[in-house]
């Protein structure tokens, strides 16, 4: 039972020694920029004060802002951020099954916003880890006596991560401490001997533990069958070097998402990594313009020896005895070294600015110009958040499609899903991000539909038949999708198809008369006039 532990030691161990250069990078970037990560390298102590390097917080507010911006526009809490859609045809989805993916949906978005919004909260540390260290350690961990599901961030000092063939992580390591107390309240009785006898005499002493999630079919045979689950779990006392428990996950319970990797390491490269050079010059400057600024306003004495300045007053209001020669002359004169204070400030604002820039501030702080409608804001803004699209496309793949598939497998296996439609067992199910930095890369699509219609308006008041070369449902489908609408308002075309009968029939028993000023050449004048009704007013 102990060889494993020791080999989990051993790997994990292998594992930090690799990353070793890493750390000292991390913990660079962190004492410049995010002070309370700042314990890659060393341990801090509890209160331990962290911002002494800091002379300039451009960096660290740039990076808040981007993590913040991110969680707006990716998760934010007071909007829909994802959606279920169905596999098949569009043509051939039921009713049903467009109410049942859409009840899904508002059942794994209430799940993520229960327990006091507690995923919101960390998955904001998420981001803020993401842009400053490239690479964010998020866990979900399931509750099986209530079926809830806790969220945390962690700390990207603790974790050890391994990729498979397909550079996809699925195996973590994480190193982390707990109180004898609390070790003993988590696994009980399979505590080491030792361990018990301490939780009597000192319950706060804290000790090393080790949690190792890895594919099972890494094991050995006789694991790999017992298991059953498709990754095995285990937790390890790393001093007693004693294994506490053995467990195994349906899913991969850690989403490990990377800003980029270029370098075409294991971990992730940061906007934080681009910026450092420029940091610490900014910090550099910041501190020689200080003392700059102090040797004008407080400048030092010129004097004839030490001993003529002792006993002198240079406090406000102080009155300096023998400050004047025979003569009248001063003895002391102040030093006025020349410093240009000025220059100094302009050069820490280009650095400034040069920061800034690494952190996208120009795509989340968009002043409007004078002069621009509604529809030309909205464009611009669209044109910039698609800069954003490499980095949507990374966090999506690796953070939120397996976190999302997680939370449907957990709440499935819990009972707390309704039975889904006979149409959708043997069909898939694809998740659809509605985001607003989801929606802007998708914007494209809608534009062009509604740019296309505007375009033709002119000639089809004159010649209203050309508009048969357009196939209004699925455009309005298209531009409605584009825009993110909900599944459940666009109705089947099943549905349409009866409405219209329906629609025909009450118009016959009316009489031709009713309908005379309806038909097709006003449907089609109303879809004309759609890109005019999108693009006006002033903002």
């Known amino acids: 039972m ?52 800091i002379f300039d917080a451009t960096a660290g507010l740039a990076a808040e802002n981007l993590a913040a911006g991110l969680w707006g526009m990716i998760t934010n809490a007071a909007n829909d951020w994802f959606t279920l859609r169905s596999d098949l045809p569009e043509g051939e989805e039921t009713q049903e099954t467009k109410e049942w993916l859409d009840a899904v949906t508002r059942r794994m978005q209430g799940a993520f916003a229960a327990n006091g919004q507690r995923f919101y909260a960390r998955v904001m540390e998420l981001y803020a880890d993401l842009v400053t260290f490239g690479t964010g350690i998020f866990y979900s961990e399931e509750d099986l006596a209530t079926g809830r599901v806790h969220y945390s961030c962690r700390h990207l000092a603790e974790c050890f991560i391994a990729e498979n063939e397909r550079d996809e992580v699925d195996t973590v390591f994480r190193r982390f401490s707990f109180t004898a107390r609390q070790a003993q309240k988590r696994w009980g009785d399979k505590c080491h001997p030792s361990l018990l006898r301490i939780v009597e005499k000192e319950p706060d002493r804290r000790f090393t533990f080790l949690h190792a999630v890895m594919p099972r079919d890494d094991l050995g045979r006789a694991r790999r069958e017992a298991g059953g689950m498709a990754f095995a779990s285990f937790y390890v006392d790393v001093e007693n070097r004693w294994l506490l428990s053995e467990g195994g996950y349906h899913d991969f319970p850690y989403q490990v998402p990377r800003w980029s990797t270029a370098s075409r390491g294991l971990y992730g490269d940061s906007p934080a990594m681009l910026a450092l050079p420029d940091v610490k010059m900014l910090n550099a400057m910041s501190k020689t313009t200080i003392v700059a600024a102090q040797k004008a306003v407080d400048p030092p004495l010129l004097a004839v020896d030490e001993v003529a300045v ?230």
């Open 2 to 53: 102990q060889d494993i532990a020791a080999d989990l030691i051993r790997r994990q161990e292998s594992l930090a020694g690799e990353r070793a250069t890493l750390d000292q990078l991390w913990q660079e970037i962190a004492e410049l920029m995010k002070p309370m990560r700042a314990d890659f390298t060393f341990q801090r102590v509890p209160g331990d004060k962290r911002t002494q390097k």
């Open 310 to 539: 002792r006993g002198l007053r240079t406090h406000p209001g102080g009155i300096i005895y023998g400050g004047l020669d025979e003569n009248g002359r001063r003895r002391y004169e102040p030093l006025h070294a020349g410093g240009n204070v000025g220059l100094g400030l302009e050069l820490e604002e280009q650095r400034r600015e040069a920061v800034r820039q690494a952190f996208y501030f120009s795509l989340l702080m968009m002043v409007q110009q004078p002069n621009q409608t509604a529809t030309e804001v909205l464009a611009r803004q669209e044109e910039k958040l698609r800069l954003m699209g490499p980095h949507l496309g990374r966090i999506q793949a690796e953070f939120l499609d397996p976190l999302i598939r997680r939370q449907f497998g957990i709440m499935r296996r819990a009972g707390q899903l309704p039975a889904a439609p006979k149409q959708l067992r043997d069909g898939g199910i694809r998740i659809e991000y509605v985001s607003p930095l989801a929606r802007a890369q998708r914007a494209g699509e809608g534009a062009a539909i509604v740019r296309a219609l505007e375009s033709l308006a002119p000639l089809g008041a004159v010649k209203p038949e050309i508009y048969d070369n357009i196939d209004a449902d699925a455009a309005a489908r298209l531009l409605a999708q584009s825009f993110g609408i909900p599944n459940n308002l666009l109705r089947t075309k099943a549905a349409v198809e009866k409405l219209r009968k329906e629609t025909a029939k009450a118009e016959a028993k009316a009489g031709p008369g009713a309908a005379a000023g309806g038909g097709m050449e006003a449907a089609m004048a109303g879809l004309g006039d759609l890109g005019a009704m999108l693009g006006g007013g002033q903002a």
